[in-house]
């Protein structure tokens, strides 16, 4: 099992330490729930994912539900009884150990941002430019 949880702490989780799916989603909801340009989701039989705390749940489309803390407003879970039935997305990025499980693609890239197909040809630095390295 791999564990995971919120920014502030309140709501920790288990899950399954191998995904059916993981993959980068790009679509406009994703973004807009996250701010974030992007988000990964490590889909999971939902019961495999064992959560501690109250996430509250958001009603986000027809069929997608977002579950996030109350407190601190991380992101963290994704239902959508139509599309996957029974099962449940963890945005891994919440895993305290997110790199143990490979990302498996990228998922909704016709509304991906267009400077992020690119970003492997950007500089790249360790930790904030001028800022001293661990």
Known sequence: MLSGGCYCGAIRYETAD?????????????RKCSGAPAVAWALAPADQVTITGEPVWYASSEHGRRGFCGRCGTGLFYTNDVIFPDQIDVQSATLDQPDAIPLQGQIQTAERIGWM??????????????????
């Open 18 to 30: 191998e995904a059916v799916h993981h993959a980068l989603c790009h679509c406009t909801d994703c």
């Open 117 to 134: 197909e690119d970003l492997h040809r950007l500089p790249s630095f360790a930790r904030y430019p001028g800022m001293p390295e661990d």
